[in-house]
């Protein structure tokens, strides 16, 4: 039965809260994937020729962009694999594990060494790294949908899972400011060298506040009764 005339005021503080904490870390976390994303294609033309060299500048391009591609196929096993471990341990702590997944596997991203440096190395570290960034988002998408679902009160659902989708502009803006504070410190010629790296582990910053919002969250009863 669908319960009418509804108002903030019909629930307790408390769930409200928890909810609305839930809400905005699956906003942060969708946000750090989006962010993930645009900063890897800002540094696609100056990157791609040093992890996929060839004596077509077009070829490098097409290339490094093909691994994002690779990330999309790692999604479904990480939508198995993460799920399964939510349904059995907890979906805090999973979806813990998959922002921490993400967040490690971009920063990383700025200490890989080049082809110049380690030769075909360089290339395969890269795509475990963009399937690693595909497998651990899928528990941070469905993760996140399915426990903002389960700690919102009853008659508000729809209002919480539409703000936690909301964190795309949060991560295009992180982007932004990461390529200008890069393009400050690293200017020029230097882009390619330090300015690149610069870009993902800024990406560090808005892990960081994303993982302390997720921290502080409650699993609400309704899973701990219902798990197998």
Do not use: C
Not at 30 to 50: H, M, N, R, S
Not at 51 to 64: D, G, M, Q
Not at 113 to 121: D, E, I, K, R, W
Request: no cysteine; glycine share 12%.
């Amino acid at each position: 039965m669908i319960e009418k005339n509804i108002t903030f005021k019909s629930y307790k503080n408390e769930d409200f809260t928890n909810a609305l904490k839930i809400s905005v870390s699956a906003n942060l976390g969708w946000g750090f994937e989006l962010f993930d994303l645009v900063v890897y294609l800002y540094v696609t033309t100056t990157i791609a020729p040093l992890f996929f060299p060839s004596s077509s500048y077009i070829a490098s391009v097409l290339l490094f962009l093909g691994t994002l591609v690779l990330g999309y196929f790692a999604r479904p096993i990480g939508a198995v694999f993460l799920g399964h471990f939510g349904d059995k341990i907890g979906r805090k702590s999973i979806w813990l594990v998959s922002l921490l997944g993400m967040g490690i596997a971009t920063v990383s991203m700025g200490f890989l060494p080049t082809y110049a440096q380690v030769g075909v190395l360089a290339t395969v570290l890269l795509i475990a790294l963009r399937m690693s960034q595909g497998f651990f988002l899928a528990g941070e998408w469905g993760g996140g949908q399915t426990i903002v679902n389960e700690n919102s009160p009853q008659g508000l659902r729809g209002f919480f899972q539409g703000y936690s989708r909301g964190g795309a502009a949060l991560g295009l803006i992180f982007a932004v400011i990461a390529n200008e504070i890069a393009l400050y410190i690293a200017p020029g010629a230097a882009f390619s060298t330090i300015g690149w790296r610069i870009m993902f582990w800024f990406g560090a910053i808005p892990l960081a506040i994303a993982i302390l919002t997720r921290y502080k969250i409650r699993e609400r009863i309704v899973f701990n009764a219902e798990k197998p």
